[in-house]
């Protein structure tokens, strides 16, 4: 995998973006399976059973698939809010108080018991789905989601076609970050189904270490004032 430039910043780091990918893959196995068949990530899923249902006059069940899309455009505007707030922050970095709040969240998700609380379960894991989306947008300068993988495996095939008729090294390794990124939601999927089946609601637990990993690694590599650093304003 093509190495990480030494002066980059950790949030846009190919170690970051597939730790956070492997969540996102893992978060949308837990809520299908054990959240009643939703899908807490990308909405198009929902959007298109939410449509299925409105066409066949089935109300009740149109909202259950309305409420996770709606959770998931105020975490877009969470995450704003929060960008807003702390980018100029000395201490923390505003991408970190999103990990922090996702982490927090999926902690209480841990202990809440399937079933009738599936409901509240995935508003609050499509919240923190879209503040992700939102808030880790870029890996080595390029353009990728960690929550969904249409765009990436997109942007993925594009610059391998593209590699095969340049012979271009770094369209090659842009599009390798694509495909690793893609194989680590893959194996979150996996292991969410895999722990999700063993563990139960409880499963959740282990993106929280992940998270507490991406966390604390950004403390050495944002150029905290803990290690001789200002950091500069972040966009």
């Known amino acids: 995998m093509p190495k990480i430039k030494s002066r980059q910043q950790m ?3 190919f170690f970051l973006g ?3 990918a492997a969540v996102g893959g893992f ?5 299908y399976l054990l959240r009643g068949h939703v899908f807490a990530n990308a909405q198009t899923g929902n959007i298109v059973l939410l449509s299925l249902h409105l066409a066949q006059l089935q109300f009740a069940e149109a909202f259950y698939y309305l409420i996770p899309i709606l959770a998931f455009a105020l975490g ?3 995450a704003e809010l929060i960008r807003r707030a702390f980018r100029s922050h000395p ?10 709040a996702e982490l927090l969240l999926l902690l209480v998700v841990a202990f809440l018991p399937c079933g009738r609380l599936d409901m509240a379960v995935n508003v ?23 929550t969904m993988c249409t765009g990436n ?11 095969r008729v340049t012979k271009d090294k770094a369209e090659r390794d842009r599009s390798l970050q694509y495909y690793g990124v893609l194989l680590f939601f893959i194996g979150g999927a996996a292991a969410g189904t895999l722990l999700s089946r063993r563990f139960g609601a409880k499963a959740v637990l ?12 950004m403390f050495f590599r944002e150029g905290l004032p803990a290690l001789g650093k200002r950091r500069a304003k972040d966009a």
């Open 124 to 146: 609050v894991i499509s919240l923190l789905c879209a503040m992700q989306t939102e808030s880790f947008r870029k890996v080595n300068g390029n353009a990728f989601a960690t």
């Open 27 to 31: 978060l949308d196995a837990y809520t």
């Open 91 to 100: 201490r923390i970095h505003w991408r970190q108080i999103t990990i922090g």
């Open 18 to 20: 597939a730790l956070l």
């Open 153 to 163: 495996l997109r942007s993925a095939t594009e610059l391998l076609l593209r590699y």
């Open 76 to 78: 877009v505007v969470i």
């Open 206 to 217: 282990f993106c929280c270490i992940a998270l507490a990993a991406a966390f604390t690694a």
């Open 11 to 13: 949030s846009e780091s």
